[in-house]
């Protein structure tokens, strides 16, 4: 699954919108309610997600034929906390490597 783009970019764009779940759930809720404060943990693997994600993205881009609007649609989605799964939803069809042509013998 991680060989091909579309792959990489699913693996790590659920795994970005999970962390970003998580850090508003369990960083917030339990900084407030108690001592333990894993916001900045917590924040720190979001953002080497949400760089990675980003880095997946531009490389689905490339290797996948996006036009701009899905690439600004696939940035956007990463913003709201339920965005990612959501774009994964909606764009099963973009997210599909092209077949390569058979060979002509």
Same mark, same amino acid.
């Given at each position: 699954?991680?060989?091909?783009?579309?792959?990489?970019?699913?693996?790590?764009?659920?795994?970005?919108?999970?962390?970003? @779940?998580? &850090? /508003?759930?369990?960083?917030?809720?339990?900084?407030?309610? $108690?001592?333990? =404060?894993?916001?900045?943990? *917590?924040?720190?693997?979001?953002?080497?997600?949400?760089? @990675?994600? &980003? /880095?997946?993205?531009?490389?689905?881009?490339?290797?996948? $034929?996006?036009? =701009?609007?899905?690439?600004? *649609?696939?940035?956007?989605?990463?913003?709201?906390?339920?965005?990612?799964?959501?774009?994964?939803?909606?764009?099963?069809?973009?997210?599909?490597?092209?077949?390569?042509?058979?060979?002509?013998?």
């Amino acid at each position: 699954m991680l060989s091909t783009a579309s792959g990489r970019f699913k693996v790590i764009s659920i795994a970005e919108g999970c962390s970003f @779940l998580i &850090l /508003l759930v369990f960083g917030s809720l339990l900084s407030r309610i $108690s001592d333990i =404060n894993l916001v900045m943990p *917590l924040g720190l693997l979001h953002a080497v997600l949400f760089i @990675l994600y &980003l /880095l997946a993205m531009m490389d689905a881009r490339t290797k996948l $034929s996006w036009d =701009n609007k899905t690439t600004l *649609l696939a940035f956007v989605a990463a913003i709201p906390p339920f965005g990612p799964f959501v774009f994964d939803y909606k764009m099963k069809h973009k997210l599909v490597e092209p077949t390569p042509a058979p060979a002509a013998a």
